[in-house]
């Protein structure tokens, strides 16, 4: 069976007493492992390697408004939170832009098949400083680190989503399709030998096509919502579409929705 993004199907409640079994018979033998049918809130979380300077990447509630906006564009689209971002431009002591952050997860994915990717994207809360901070397209990102399995020696690229300009700002934007809208790109070698750089941006259909083409079987790594390392961002995500699941931040953990 393929592995697919998203949750597996199954007896969740019988699992987890079985877990639970386990552990009272066996102290310390049950993993964080993501076997029963669940994504793990404790798996979502900032992804330490992947930060640089001192950014913020928090769960957080809201944010609600802006003053004057009224109806569901005022408020998350799920819930009541979302994941507040603030990432500076030239904040550190590197010679360029570098402060960056990652929130994700690098447990439950690992090992997807990243052309079972169908469904992806997002929705944001830009603002208009934000817009004058950088330009329309000052956005957030989804990052995928992959296993591209193009050649023997090339075993690791980050695949970046930069999106199109949010369509409203100081408002929640209606879902954002990183499969019709934005562009992809890969980094490193896998850049180079599929094509899609960041000088030569590539669409969804391009970017599996540029896999399959090649015979490639690339697999994932790890999930994130990020930003940087560029210009100075403050704002925040919701609703993670990925496949068949909706990742709707909280304040509390993340929870798994399937979408609709």
Same mark, same amino acid.
């Given at each position: 069976? =393929?592995?697919?993004? @998203? +949750? #597996? %199907?199954?007896p969740?409640? *019988?699992?987890?007493?079985?877990?639970?079994?386990?552990?009272?018979?066996?102290?310390?033998?049950?993993?964080?492992?993501?076997?029963?049918?669940?994504?793990?809130?404790?798996?979502?979380?900032?992804?330490?390697?992947?930060?640089?300077?001192?950014?913020?990447?928090?769960?957080?509630?809201g944010?609600?408004?802006?003053?004057?906006?009224?109806?569901t564009?005022?408020?998350?689209?799920?819930?009541?939170?979302?994941?507040?971002?603030?990432?500076?431009?030239?904040?550190?002591?590197?010679?360029?832009?570098?402060?960056?952050?990652?929130?994700?997860?690098?447990?439950?994915?690992?090992? =997807?098949?990243?052309? @079972? +990717? #169908? %469904?992806?994207?997002?929705? *944001?809360?830009?603002t208009?400083?934000?817009?004058?901070y950088?330009?329309?397209?000052?956005?957030?990102?989804?990052?995928?680190?992959?296993?591209?399995?193009?050649?023997?020696?090339?075993?690791?690229?980050?695949?970046?989503?930069?999106?199109?300009?949010?369509?409203?700002?100081?408002?929640?934007?209606?879902?954002?399709?990183?499969?019709?809208?934005?562009?992809?790109?890969?980094?490193?070698?896998?850049?180079?030998?599929?094509?899609?750089?960041?000088?030569?941006?590539?669409?969804?259909?391009?970017?599996?096509?540029?896999?399959?083409?090649?015979?490639?079987?690339?697999?994932?790594?790890?999930?994130?919502? @990020?930003?940087? %390392?560029?210009?100075?961002?403050?704002?925040?995500?919701?609703?993670?579409?990925?496949?068949?699941?909706?990742?709707?931040?909280?304040?509390?953990?993340?929870?798994?929705?399937?979408?609709?």
């Amino acid at each position: 069976m =393929k592995a697919r993004f @998203g +949750l #597996r %199907r199954g007896p969740v409640l *019988v699992a987890a007493l079985l877990v639970a079994l386990i552990s009272a018979i066996l102290p310390g033998s049950a993993s964080a492992g993501t076997d029963d049918g669940r994504a793990q809130p404790d798996h979502w979380g900032v992804i330490t390697r992947n930060t640089i300077g001192s950014p913020v990447a928090a769960l957080r509630n809201g944010p609600y408004g802006s003053f004057g906006v009224a109806g569901t564009s005022a408020r998350p689209p799920y819930g009541r939170g979302s994941l507040g971002i603030e990432v500076a431009d030239d904040s550190t002591v590197l010679p360029t832009p570098s402060e960056k952050v990652d929130f994700g997860n690098e447990v439950d994915f690992y090992g =997807k098949s990243l052309l @079972g +990717l #169908r %469904r992806v994207g997002f929705h *944001v809360f830009q603002t208009g400083e934000n817009v004058s901070y950088g330009g329309p397209t000052n956005m957030p990102n989804i990052r995928l680190e992959i296993d591209p399995n193009v050649n023997s020696t090339d075993d690791y690229s980050t695949l970046v989503w930069v999106p199109a300009a949010s369509p409203v700002t100081n408002a929640w934007s209606p879902f954002l399709d990183a499969t019709t809208t934005g562009y992809w790109y890969l980094t490193g070698d896998t850049g180079t030998a599929t094509g899609c750089t960041q000088a030569a941006r590539c669409t969804f259909a391009a970017l599996k096509a540029a896999f399959t083409s090649r015979n490639a079987r690339p697999t994932v790594y790890t999930v994130a919502v @990020g930003k940087g %390392r560029d210009f100075m961002w403050i704002g925040a995500v919701d609703g993670l579409r990925l496949n068949d699941y909706v990742y709707d931040f909280e304040p509390d953990g993340v929870k798994a929705l399937k979408a609709r």
